[in-house]
């Protein structure tokens, strides 16, 4: 369920699994805790800087919007 405060979701996971990467690689390349980079993932970060965005992108090799979608606010699109 998307959080009723925003409805943006963050996929990490599916980047780092079709990159072969663990979040540990991850966290290594863009120079981020692996805590703060698990918030992220699990959806409970906030915010995010634009340098860590670009950081991710360069890293996965991929755009923002690849880690970053907005929901629907429809429950029937879902």
């Not at 699994?17 to 863009?30: C, D, F, N, Q």
């Amino acid at each position: 369920m998307v959080d009723p405060e925003h409805r943006v979701s963050v996929h990490l996971d599916e980047l780092l699994t079709a990159r072969g990467m663990t979040l540990t690689e991850l966290s290594r390349k863009v120079d981020l805790t692996l805590a703060n980079l698990s918030i992220l993932k699990n959806g409970r970060a906030r915010a995010m800087r634009f340098s860590t965005l670009t950081a991710l992108c360069d890293a996965l090799d991929c755009t923002p919007g690849d880690i970053l979608r907005v929901e629907s606010a429809d429950p029937a699109d879902e």
